[in-house]
């Protein structure tokens, strides 16, 4: 079974340049979870998605990030502008129901995005 | 608000001895607990959570962890350490509709 997949791993830009990151889910996954992992520290979630439609986004800073779950698959977050405490590891997580949160997450590779 | 606490950034450990990585949560009511493991350049991979039921969980790679609910803690446990488990162990919890809240990771050195 394929995993989680991610693009692109590695990502450098300068404040206030704006960025997208893709994440392709575990078919048949109905949830999709975006995560922003600073160094040294654990994920912290930043937007749920449950097939396309948005569960939870409360941690999201919505200024300046956005996402969107296409036809309840693929998703895209995007950063725009994005400012140098953005840096950090990007993960997308699926998992196969939907509703709650004791369901196993499965996660991607990541994208480490550096910001100048 | 709930929280998780991993409170030793670093475990180091000969292989071939047991080994403990430390989890304490704060969670209200009945939570749900969570072990995954990060590599380098790698996501994290699930290894062994705990919903409901016995309070000793087994997981993948022969690791296991314990509920103890009196002591909100689910420490992470190997009879037998390999320096293949050498990595950034990181605890979560949760509870109903609120999202998991992570630890800040333990790294774990298996030295052979």
């Known amino acids: 079974e394929a995993g989680v997949a991610q693009s692109p791993r590695y990502k450098i830009i300068e404040k206030r340049q704006s960025v997208a990151f893709w994440c392709n889910p575990i078919?048949?996954?109905?949830?999709l979870y975006w995560y922003q992992q600073i160094l040294g520290q654990g994920p912290k979630l930043l937007i749920q998605?449950?097939?396309?439609?948005?569960?939870?986004d409360s941690q999201l800073p919505k200024d300046r990030f956005s996402a969107e779950r296409l036809k309840g698959v693929d998703s895209t977050l995007k950063i725009q502008p994005a400012k140098l405490e953005d840096s950090a590891v990007y993960l997308c997580?699926?998992?196969?129901?939907?509703?709650?949160?004791?369901?196993?997450?499965?996660f991607g590779p990541g994208t480490r995005l550096t910001v100048l | 608000a709930q929280s998780v606490a991993q409170p030793e950034d670093q475990v180091n450990v000969a292989e071939g001895n047991p080994l403990t990585v430390k989890c304490t949560y704060s969670?209200?009511?009945?939570?749900?607990l969570f072990w995954y493991v990060q590599y380098p350049n790698r996501g994290l991979q699930f290894l062994l959570k705990?919903?409901?039921?016995?309070?000793l969980v087994k997981g993948s790679y022969g690791f296991e962890a314990e509920f103890n609910k009196s002591q909100t803690s689910f420490h992470l446990k190997k009879p037998s350490a390999l320096v293949s488990d050498s990595a950034l162990y990181f605890c979560?919890?949760?509870?109903?509709?609120?999202?998991?809240?992570f630890g800040k990771g333990t790294r774990l050195s298996v030295i052979a």
């Open positions: 705990y919903i409901t039921g016995d309070n």
């Open positions: 998605f449950q097939n396309n439609g948005v569960v939870d």
């Open positions: 979560a919890a949760g509870r109903g509709n609120t999202p998991l809240v």
């Open positions: 078919s048949g996954h109905a949830t």
């Open positions: 969670v209200s009511g009945n939570p749900y």
């Open positions: 997580a699926s998992s196969l129901e939907a509703g709650g949160y004791s369901y196993t997450q499965y």
